[in-house]
């Protein structure tokens, strides 16, 4: 993800925490809320301590942005997202991580259909 295309300030996260939409699973909680300002979708991402050190929380967010990159262009635009990281996502490899973010935001309605 670009840099001007992440959420990092702490208001941000609460205005989507508080008026934001969400849908789940059990590896990752999406919050999501429409943004008119933004032309692009623009992501945050959340992993507690609880899931493991630095180096773990850092390649979750890591892998998490790549996975979103690859896929931006399904994403419906105008978006502002937040991607929570739960424990069972620790174990995960690329492409279940990858099927269960995809899983998440199709949940959420915010995929649209493969162009």
């Not at 001007?4 to 300030?9: I, S, Y």
């Not at 032309?39 to 609880?50: D, N, T, W």
């Amino acid at each position: 993800m670009q840099r001007g295309l992440r959420l990092t300030n702490r208001r941000d996260f609460q205005v989507l925490y508080r008026w934001g939409k969400s849908a789940a699973n059990s590896q990752f909680v999406v919050y999501y809320r429409r943004n008119a300002n933004t032309e692009r979708v623009r992501l945050g991402i959340s992993a507690s301590k609880k899931l493991g050190n630095a180096v773990v929380r850092n390649r979750l967010r890591r892998r998490i942005k790549e996975i979103v990159r690859h896929h931006v262009e399904r994403v419906k635009p105008h978006h502002d997202l937040i991607i929570i990281v739960r424990k069972p996502a620790t174990i995960q490899d690329y492409g279940q991580m990858e099927k269960s973010i995809l899983h998440v935001l199709r949940r959420a309605g915010l995929l649209t259909a493969r162009g």
